[in-house]
């Protein structure tokens, strides 16, 4: 499926009742975009789509940022401020400047690496821990699709115990979903990273 169907499809899923917080249209015919930073699918993903903000609730909950607030984002990221003088320099030891970050997961990262083939999707725990999360864009983007669709007309949102614990069938039934578009192996990364 291209990423064009794909994007199609999660904004016919976004809103779930009030659950996705903001609007997102797919554009008939793509835009010219022109951010220089931007390659591959991402590029694409904001050429094609049209929000002013993306907020997806539930247990997948996580911001996605519009065009506009992108280069704001790598900030804590790609490039750090100095307490001290408040100057401004790149982070060169911990991150790469083809690393976009255009998520956001309770203050970690999700970002594209644009400078591997397909630009395959990370999340970054406070630059300790980079997990992979999806082989493309495209992928991330089906997976995310297909389990907010799953939370809403399988689960009911009803995904925690009486406890407040993660049900683990909702835990396997997104592994399933993330192994369909994944390296198996890689899989529990995903899990990790938003369920962890």
Known sequence: M???????QFALSFG????????????AH????????????????????????????????????PIEKLSKAQ????????????????????????WIVFGDRNGDAIFCKQDINNA??????????????ANSLNAFFQIL???MMMEKNIF????????FILKADFINAVQTIVNKYSE????????EFFFG
């Open 156 to 163: 009911e949102f009803n995904t925690q115990t009486d406890d």
């Open 75 to 98: 900030d804590g990221w790609r490039f750090i401020t100095n307490p001290r003088d408040k100057s401004i320099s790149e982070d060169t030891d911990h991150w790469n400047k083809d």
């Open 30 to 65: 793509p835009i010219t975009i022109s951010e220089p930073q931007l390659k591959t699918e991402l590029k694409e993903f904001y050429s094609l789509s049209n929000f002013d903000e993306l907020i997806i609730g539930g247990e997948l909950f996580m911001e996605i940022f």
């Open 184 to 191: 198996s192996n890689k899989s529990n990364d995903f899990i």
């Open 16 to 27: 779930r009742e009030g659950v996705d917080n903001g609007n997102i249209k797919i554009k």
């Open 2 to 8: 291209t990423i064009e169907n794909t994007l199609k």
């Open 145 to 147: 699709t297909e389990s």
């Open 120 to 133: 395959p999707v990370y999340g970054s725990i406070q630059k300790e821990k980079f997990l992979l999360l």
